[in-house]
């Protein structure tokens, strides 16, 4: 079956299934075979399917009385009030804790013998009514997902953890209001998605009684509680306050400001290029020690991670950057994700990749000097192509049987991918078609669910192009193309020049997409414009014009895919002016080094190396010392690091001596501190650390020093008393556990580190998952590997309880710092005979294994592939 009939078969196909799926949402909740809403684990799609079609006005209201001492139970009530209506099936509350947690179940004022299995509460119909019921429980909520610690405590309950605190319809269609109570020690502060109503004291505690909430899905109800500073600004005519830990004054004096600031002027971006003023009553948020994730879009409780939020004067350019985009994406959640959100979280990446894609404009114009193609280059193509160039990549769009699972659907794709996607999207339709179809989306659907074939509906009446087949190719399926190209020429003239593309799996498919060439001169360059809409393309634009010097692929960055290498583009690169055109080639170069065309990681290291000082832009300094370093200790022997090594202290410390701008000796330095290798680079940063005196103006703090602390230890530097003395150095005390956790997987004692993987089996000890996968980068660094392959077979059995146990990103992130240090036949061969030994393998899993695997695999391929 050739392409086209593939496609319009999967067309046709996808939309049966939507109508079959739109018949199911439609029909009377009679019809509905018993077997189809059976009780198991987790949310299955059937019964949330038939759950949307028996429940309405859902209303929570929430009391936990929350002791000092961790250990201790948190008691805890509600009530959840809803219209039903009436059939023969049970409903079913979500409530992922044991029977033993649930004290009492009263339904409108009777109490009722307490029915509960696989994580469901039954109430049988003869004790509903057909309207408005009340269900009353009395319960001690579960501690899963409340992340409590000594002196502070916060939720986090995406994609389905509301389930694990307390019983609810925990889907995100089933929008509800919260009324939460909320007893604290005394000294505690709260906040929650809705305003404040009241508090009172009672003895030693605190009770705060908060407004009812706006109508949410459950994964977005939210409440930080604990010791925290309280800052109150306002702004644009809105009062905004921000709950955090941070005791560096310097660097609470240098972020407060440009934390309101950047705030403000995204929910101005947002209300202007929406034409929806803000939907909620208030807008709080809170900076939260080693948060799970960047941030999370919690309605008026927006949380981020603290070090994302507080730099000090050593901060550079893309951490600065970084932080407006955190800052900027969650905002943009408020509309995208928040207000209109999801029906079934197989459309998750809906409402990331507008947060992204919101996020990114946003950032272009709160920031001063910021090039915005430049940031969205850099932000998206390296992470994006990271997971598309596996074995185990998946596609944005995924199918999802149960909520269960939904934290698998989290990646690089949906993030990264998608924003590139997105942009093509905009190119097709144009910047104004786009804006007023998602201004119509969010209009139609406000406070309520939609789908991603909701929105392609929507913008599908705005372009003539076949947006059907488009999203086939883009977001069902998964990869990236490989271009080629062939030039004919008549004496000095392009007679033609042909484009043509496949699939990076050998695959003769297409991706519809635009992206520029520069035809390179001697004294000019000469952009030309590329329609690359079927698998070969004859670029007429180009004929007639002077044989270049090269070519050179996506010069403006917009292309997605693996370009051609033409001429003496790495030689070249550094004389090109435009910083957009030196990162699309530095990331071209990389990726086509990782897939053996054209240069050896040895080559492209010595290109690199002796360019240091010509690359004017810190973001692409930035990107080239990153691809040197992974370049290094993935893709040399360790038999010809040291000898590299040398050469590359001596370039890396060179090129920090003679550049003037400061974050550019910082970043230079870092990449110094990474490669340090020989005896003498290590005395001199152990020098640095030791005497706590920059080199050469280089700006470094707590935290510089306390990672130039780690890369000390790591490599057995003779002073045994570097991680203890740093710690003592420490002065907050979130930062300071953070190291003390971290200190027996740094430790010189193989029987020390033992011991600490060990305890990691444990699910009390993974709690801190920031901490857990930083340690594990450091117990698996590439200096270490010689006796830490023994921990890999048991890491990858630990994965699914990995995935149970913890948050979206961590069986990701897990699997990034165990596999990231490799390169060896033998932990290759761990992780082959891993796959083949489970051949039933969750699927989801599978893939993050065979992606986190990548480079290993190419590291093989690469280094051994002579043998």
Same mark, same amino acid.
């Given at each position: 079956?050739?392409?086209?009939?593939?496609?319009?078969?999967?067309?046709?196909?996808?939309?049966?299934?939507?109508?079959?799926?739109?018949?199911?949402?439609?029909?009377?909740?009679?019809?509905?075979?018993?077997?189809?809403?059976?009780?198991?684990?987790?949310?299955?799609?059937?019964?949330?399917?038939?759950?949307?079609?028996?429940?309405?006005?859902?209303?929570?209201?929430?009391?936990?009385?929350?002791?000092?001492?961790?250990?201790?139970?948190?008691?805890?009530?509600?009530?959840?009030?809803?219209?039903?209506?009436?059939?023969?099936?049970?409903?079913?509350?979500?409530?992922?804790?044991?029977?033993?947690?649930?004290?009492?179940?009263?339904?409108?004022?009777?109490?009722?013998?307490?029915?509960?299995?696989?994580?469901?509460?039954?109430?049988?119909?003869?004790?509903?009514?057909?309207?408005?019921?009340?269900?009353?429980?009395?319960?001690?909520?579960?501690?899963?997902?409340?992340?409590?610690?000594?002196?502070?405590?916060?939720?986090?309950?995406?994609?389905?953890?509301?389930?694990?605190?307390?019983?609810?319809?925990?889907?995100?269609?089933?929008?509800?209001?919260?009324?939460?109570?909320?007893?604290?020690?005394?000294?505690?502060?709260?906040?929650? +998605?809705?305003?404040?109503?009241?508090?009172?004291?009672?003895?030693?505690?605190?009770?705060?009684?908060?407004?009812?909430?706006?109508?949410?899905?459950?994964?977005?109800?939210?409440?930080?509680?604990?010791?925290?500073?309280?800052?109150?600004?306002?702004?644009?005519?809105?009062?905004?306050?921000?709950?955090?830990?941070?005791?560096?004054?310097?660097?609470?004096?240098?972020?407060?400001?440009?934390?309101?600031?950047?705030?403000?002027?995204?929910?101005?971006?947002?209300?202007?290029?929406?034409?929806?003023?803000?939907?909620?009553?208030?807008?709080?948020?809170?900076?939260?020690?080693?948060?799970?994730?960047?941030?999370?879009?919690?309605?008026?409780?927006?949380?981020?991670?603290?070090?994302?939020?507080?730099?000090?004067?050593?901060?550079?350019?893309?951490?600065?950057?970084?932080?407006?985009?955190?800052?900027?994406?969650?905002?943009?959640?408020?509309?995208?994700?928040?207000?209109?959100?999801?029906?079934?979280?197989?459309?998750?990446?809906?409402?990331?990749?507008?947060?992204?894609?919101?996020?990114?404009?946003?950032?272009?114009?709160?920031?001063?000097?910021?090039?915005?193609?430049?940031?969205?280059?850099?932000?998206?193509?390296?992470?994006?192509?990271?997971?598309?160039?596996?074995?185990?990549? +998946?596609?944005?769009?995924?199918?999802?049987?149960?909520?269960?699972?939904?934290?698998?659907?989290?990646?690089?794709?949906?993030?990264?991918?998608?924003?590139?996607?997105?942009?093509?999207?905009?190119?097709?339709?144009?910047?104004?078609?786009?804006?007023?179809?998602?201004?119509?989306?969010?209009?139609?659907?406000?406070?309520?669910?939609?789908?991603?074939?909701?929105?392609?509906?929507?913008?599908?009446?705005?372009?003539?192009?076949?947006?059907?087949?488009?999203?086939?190719?883009?977001?069902?399926?998964?990869?990236?193309?490989?271009?080629?190209?062939?030039?004919?020429?008549?004496?000095?003239?392009?007679?033609?020049?042909?484009?043509?593309?496949?699939?990076?799996?050998?695959?003769?498919?297409?991706?519809?997409?635009?992206?520029?060439?520069?035809?390179?001169?001697?004294?000019?360059?000469?952009?030309?414009?590329?329609?690359?809409?079927?698998?070969?393309?004859?670029?007429?634009?180009?004929?007639?014009?002077?044989?270049?010097?090269?070519?050179?692929?996506?010069?403006?960055?917009?292309?997605?895919?693996?370009?051609?290498?033409?001429?003496?583009?790495?030689?070249?690169?550094?004389?090109?002016?435009?910083?957009?055109?030196?990162?699309?080639?530095?990331?071209?170069?990389?990726?086509?080094?990782?897939?053996?065309?054209?240069?050896?990681?040895?080559?492209?290291?010595?290109?690199? !190396?002796?360019?240091?000082?010509?690359?004017?832009?810190?973001?692409?300094? !930035?990107?080239?010392?990153?691809?040197?370093?992974?370049?290094?200790?993935?893709?040399?022997?360790?038999?010809?690091?040291?000898?590299?090594?040398?050469?590359?202290?001596?370039?890396?410390?060179?090129?920090?001596?003679?550049?003037?701008?400061?974050?550019?000796?910082?970043?230079?330095?870092?990449?110094?501190?990474?490669?340090?290798?020989?005896?003498?680079?290590?005395?001199?940063?152990?020098?640095?650390?030791?005497? /706590?005196?920059?080199?050469?103006?280089?700006?470094?703090?707590?935290?510089?020093?306390?990672?130039?602390?780690?890369?000390?230890?790591?490599?057995?530097?003779?002073?045994?008393?570097?991680?203890?003395?740093?710690?003592?150095?420490?002065?907050?005390?979130?930062?300071?556990?953070?190291?003390?956790?971290?200190?027996?997987?740094?430790?010189?004692?193989? /029987?020390?580190?033992?011991?600490?993987?060990?305890?990691?089996?444990?699910?009390?000890?993974?709690?801190?998952?920031?901490?857990?996968?930083?340690?594990?980068?450091?117990?698996?660094?590439?200096?270490?590997?010689?006796?830490?392959?023994?921990?890999?077979?048991?890491?990858?059995?630990?994965?699914?309880?990995?995935?149970?146990?913890?948050?979206?990103?961590?069986?990701?992130?897990?699997?990034?710092?165990?596999?990231?240090?490799?390169?060896?036949?033998?932990?290759?061969?761990?992780?082959?005979?891993?796959?083949?030994?489970?051949?039933?393998?969750?699927?989801?899993?599978?893939?993050?294994?065979?992606?986190?695997?990548?480079?290993?695999?190419?590291?093989?391929?690469?280094?051994?592939?002579?043998?």
């Amino acid at each position: 079956m050739d392409l086209e009939k593939k496609i319009n078969t999967t067309i046709l196909i996808s939309s049966f299934l939507f109508i079959i799926c739109s018949l199911l949402l439609s029909c009377s909740p009679k019809n509905i075979p018993a077997s189809e809403i059976s009780v198991e684990t987790g949310v299955p799609y059937t019964l949330a399917v038939y759950r949307k079609q028996v429940l309405q006005h859902i209303g929570y209201k929430l009391t936990l009385d929350i002791p000092e001492k961790k250990e201790e139970r948190i008691a805890a009530d509600e009530v959840i009030s809803f219209s039903w209506k009436k059939n023969q099936h049970p409903l079913l509350i979500d409530f992922k804790e044991g029977k033993d947690h649930i004290k009492n179940v009263r339904v409108n004022g009777k109490q009722i013998p307490v029915a509960f299995e696989k994580e469901h509460i039954q109430i049988e119909p003869r004790f509903l009514r057909n309207g408005k019921n009340k269900v009353a429980i009395q319960f001690i909520a579960g501690n899963l997902s409340l992340n409590r610690n000594d002196d502070y405590l916060y939720t986090l309950l995406v994609p389905d953890r509301a389930r694990t605190v307390f019983p609810c319809f925990d889907q995100p269609d089933l929008k509800a209001s919260f009324q939460l109570t909320l007893s604290v020690p005394l000294v505690w502060s709260a906040v929650s +998605n809705a305003p404040l109503k009241d508090s009172s004291l009672v003895g030693a505690m605190k009770t705060y009684r908060f407004e009812p909430s706006d109508t949410i899905s459950t994964y977005l109800f939210s409440f930080v509680a604990g010791k925290f500073n309280k800052v109150q600004k306002e702004m644009g005519g809105r009062v905004m306050n921000f709950y955090h830990r941070e005791t560096d004054t310097s660097k609470i004096r240098l972020s407060l400001d440009p934390i309101f600031r950047i705030h403000q002027n995204s929910l101005k971006f947002m209300q202007d290029y929406t034409s929806i003023p803000y939907p909620f009553k208030k807008f709080d948020f809170a900076a939260i020690p080693d948060f799970q994730f960047g941030g999370m879009e919690h309605v008026g409780a927006i949380q981020y991670k603290a070090s994302a939020l507080f730099l000090d004067e050593g901060a550079t350019k893309d951490q600065e950057q970084d932080r407006a985009s955190v800052l900027a994406h969650e905002t943009a959640h408020m509309w995208f994700g928040d207000l209109v959100t999801m029906r079934w979280f197989d459309d998750v990446w809906m409402k990331e990749v507008f947060a992204n894609f919101m996020a990114d404009k946003i950032t272009g114009t709160v920031l001063t000097g910021t090039n915005y193609n430049l940031k969205f280059l850099l932000d998206h193509y390296p992470a994006a192509y990271s997971v598309d160039r596996t074995a185990g990549a +998946n596609p944005i769009r995924q199918p999802l049987q149960n909520l269960k699972d939904a934290g698998t659907l989290y990646g690089n794709i949906i993030y990264h991918k998608a924003p590139i996607v997105m942009r093509q999207l905009e190119l097709i339709l144009g910047q104004d078609s786009l804006r007023e179809g998602l201004r119509e989306y969010l209009k139609i659907y406000a406070n309520s669910n939609a789908s991603w074939l909701d929105l392609i509906r929507i913008l599908d009446e705005r372009t003539p192009v076949d947006l059907q087949t488009w999203n086939k190719i883009w977001v069902e399926e998964t990869g990236r193309p490989i271009f080629d190209y062939s030039l004919s020429k008549d004496r000095d003239k392009i007679t033609q020049l042909k484009i043509s593309q496949r699939g990076e799996d050998g695959s003769s498919r297409k991706w519809p997409q635009f992206f520029e060439i520069s035809l390179v001169y001697p004294d000019h360059m000469e952009q030309v414009a590329v329609n690359m809409s079927e698998q070969d393309v004859i670029v007429t634009e180009a004929e007639g014009k002077g044989v270049p010097s090269f070519i050179f692929f996506n010069a403006t960055g917009k292309g997605y895919g693996l370009f051609p290498i033409d001429g003496p583009l790495i030689a070249q690169v550094v004389n090109m002016n435009d910083p957009v055109m030196r990162a699309s080639a530095y990331i071209n170069l990389y990726e086509n080094m990782l897939s053996r065309r054209y240069y050896t990681p040895l080559q492209l290291i010595d290109g690199y !190396r002796t360019k240091l000082l010509a690359e004017p832009e810190e973001l692409n300094l !930035r990107l080239m010392t990153s691809q040197l370093g992974n370049t290094f200790w993935r893709f040399i022997l360790p038999s010809e690091r040291a000898r590299l090594a040398t050469v590359l202290e001596k370039d890396l410390w060179t090129a920090m001596q003679k550049v003037s701008a400061p974050n550019k000796k910082k970043i230079l330095f870092t990449a110094f501190q990474s490669i340090a290798l020989s005896k003498n680079a290590v005395d001199s940063l152990y020098k640095v650390w030791k005497e /706590q005196k920059p080199p050469l103006d280089v700006k470094l703090t707590e935290d510089d020093y306390t990672s130039l602390a780690l890369a000390l230890a790591v490599r057995d530097q003779p002073d045994q008393t570097i991680l203890e003395e740093q710690l003592k150095r420490i002065k907050n005390p979130d930062r300071k556990q953070r190291l003390a956790f971290m200190l027996p997987a740094l430790s010189r004692d193989v /029987q020390q580190r033992d011991s600490f993987f060990l305890s990691l089996k444990e699910e009390k000890n993974r709690e801190k998952e920031t901490w857990v996968t930083t340690s594990l980068q450091y117990l698996h660094h590439p200096l270490r590997v010689a006796t830490s392959q023994k921990y890999l077979k048991e890491s990858l059995d630990l994965l699914e309880e990995i995935q149970r146990t913890g948050d979206i990103f961590f069986p990701q992130s897990w699997l990034q710092s165990i596999l990231g240090g490799y390169q060896s036949r033998e932990a290759a061969n761990i992780v082959r005979a891993f796959l083949e030994e489970h051949p039933g393998y969750h699927p989801k899993l599978r893939e993050k294994i065979l992606q986190a695997a990548d480079g290993l695999f190419r590291a093989e391929r690469i280094l051994y592939s002579n043998e």
